[in-house]
């Protein structure tokens, strides 16, 4: 049963960047795409990226495509998102998961078979 956990959130002022973390252990990472999504108060989780499991593929929602890379190295089991030019409204709770499939474009949260806990990202105007 592989296990998920996110780091990197944090409070950053409106343009500011973070990195997001998601470290996997006890199962198998390199076989399987990755996603990262989010979920803001009062709103439903929504896609973010995804990558494909050799990390040369990788889509991105519109709100975040051109602010926010996905990448990960298979050699550590890990998978992040660095995330440029923060907006308020990129507020949420992210959470990284892992996908049934090895690569496509997985949007949809039952793509995914494990979640991570969450790390917050809170952007100040």
């Known amino acids: 049963q592989v296990q998920l956990v996110e780091s990197g959130g944090g409070l950053v002022q409106a343009g500011g960047s973070l990195r997001l973390s998601c470290a996997a252990s006890g ?3 390199g076989d399987y795409a990755m996603g990262w999504f989010r979920q803001a108060p009062g709103r ?6 995804v990558i494909n ?30 995330m440029n030019s923060l907006k308020p409204e990129d507020t949420a709770v992210y959470y ?7 690569g496509g474009l997985l949007k949809s949260s039952s793509e ?8 917050q990202v809170t952007v100040s105007s």
């Open 27 to 29: 199962g198998t990472f």
């Open 44 to 49: 439903e989780r929504e896609f973010v990226a």
């Open 53 to 82: 499991w050799t990390g040369l593929s990788a889509y991105y929602a519109d709100s975040v495509k051109g602010r926010f890379t996905i990448s990960r190295d298979n050699a550590k089991n890990t998978v992040y998102l660095q």
């Open 96 to 102: 990284c998961a892992r996908g049934l499939t090895r």
């Open 112 to 119: 995914y078979g494990a979640w991570g806990q969450g790390t």
